[in-house]
Nanobody, 125 residues
Framework: QVQVAESGGGLVQAGNSLRVTCVVS????????VGWFRQRPGKDREFVAA????????YYADSVKDRFSISEDFRKNTVVLQMTSLRPEDTAVYYC??????????????????WGQGTQVAVSS
């Protein structure tokens, strides 16, 4: 089991950028992929972006693919979600998740084995 911890959330104005970071520890060599999900107020948790550590392939939800970017730093065992052109509807708790089991897809919650506690992102209009 690995530990996942998010950081970097906060309050920003619409149109600005924010970076949230995910640190994976306790066995990062076994991690096969890392994803970001978010839960907006009154909504179910939804997929945002993911990266497969074996080949660097990335995946994005349609709502963010032209504005958000996911990247990894193996040396630091971190995954960064860079968010630009933020909108009020991006307001949510953002969760990082890691998986140590193979999964053909990284866009579903069931693909992941370990989750962080979440970090709040608020975008004001």
């Amino acid at each position: 089991q690995v530990q996942v911890a998010e950081s970097g959330g906060g309050l920003v104005q619409a149109g600005n950028s924010l970076r949230v970071t995910c640190v994976v520890s306790g066995g990062p060599l076994f991690v096969l992929g890392v994803g970001w999900f978010r839960q907006r107020p009154g909504k179910d948790r939804e997929f945002v972006a993911a990266i497969r550590w074996s080949d660097g392939n990335t995946y994005y939800a349609d709502s963010v693919k032209d504005r958000f970017s996911i990247s990894e730093d193996f040396r630091k065992n971190t995954v960064v979600l860079q968010m630009t052109s933020l909108r009020p509807e991006d307001t949510a708790v953002y969760y990082c998740a890691a998986t140590t089991k193979w999964s053909e897809t990284l866009i579903t919650e069931t693909s992941y084995t370990d989750w962080g506690q979440g970090t709040q992102v608020a975008v004001s209009s």
